[in-house]
Antibody, heavy 114, light 113 residues
Framework: EVQLVESGGGLIQPGGSLRLSCAAS????????MNWVRQAPGKGLEWVSV???????YYADSVKGRFTISRDTSKNTLYLQMNSLRAEDTAVYYC????????WGQGTLVAVSS | DIVMIQSPDSLAVSLGERATINCKSS????????????LAWYQQKPGQPPRLLIS???ARESGVPDRFSGSGSGTDFTLTISSLQPEDVAVYYC?????????FGQGTNLEIK
């Protein structure tokens, strides 16, 4: 059974950094496209980033240069390093397998506020 | 970047009636090499992650009731629920995966009239 479990969210001050993790089971993260998608409170879905099987990465313009997607094959885990956080980054962050995404985690909440 | 616009933003339909949600992309999602349109539809209920309903414009995922159907090509797409059921109350999103950034529509809130 495929499972995705996000962790690492929390309350952080503007300008701070957080690293989100997404622990995968039932498949290997290096064998699929893996995405981060976020949803601000009461708002719609926003695609954030993808890492392809070959390791190529892409980002939404809103996070480019501040966020970095990566994976650890030994831990079968996807990461999102988020730096220079802003209030508008406040959202539930989901990891999602493949494009389009059949499997999603339950999400982890990131709240950026002073 | 490809912009996805859904209409309407909100929709109220009687039980058993048809619901139609539209999605328009700012660029064609048709890949000519294989004649596939790279458009997906998701359903999201409160407190839950999205659920993939349809990929490649019209291919229903396993377990999705056949009252859900997708159609369209190029820049104009439609999700149709043929006979609305109470469990279909949700927000529906289209997503293009023709090229990055893999943008979503703004969502359509579907309610019971």
């Amino acid at each position: 059974e495929v499972q995705l479990v996000e962790s690492g969210g929390g309350l952080i001050q503007p300008g701070g950094s957080l690293r989100l993790s997404c622990a995968a089971s039932g498949f290997t993260v290096s064998g699929d496209f893996m995405n981060w998608v976020r949803q601000a409170p009461g708002k719609g879905l926003e695609w954030v980033s993808v890492i392809y099987i070959a390791g190529t990465t892409y980002y939404a313009d809103s996070v480019k240069g501040r966020f970095t997607i990566s994976r650890d094959t030994s831990k079968n885990t996807l990461y999102l390093q988020m730096n220079s956080l802003r209030a508008e980054d406040t959202a539930v962050y989901y990891c999602a397998r493949d494009v389009p995404s059949l499997n999603w985690g339950q999400g982890t909440l990131v709240a950026v506020s002073s | 970047d490809i912009v996805m616009i859904q209409s309407p933003d909100s929709l109220a339909v009687s039980l058993g009636e048809r619901a139609t949600i539209n999605c328009k992309s700012s660029q064609s999602l048709l890949y000519s090499d294989n004649n596939n349109n790279y458009l997906a539809w998701y359903q999201q209920k409160p407190g839950q992650p999205p659920r993939l309903l349809i990929s490649l414009t019209s291919a229903r995922e396993s377990g999705v009731p056949d009252r859900f159907s997708g159609s369209g090509s190029g820049t104009d797409f439609t999700l149709t629920i043929s006979s609305l059921q109470p469990e279909d109350v949700a927000v529906y999103y289209c997503q293009q995966y023709y090229r990055t950034p893999y943008s979503f529509g703004q969502g359509t809130n579907l309610e019971i009239k």
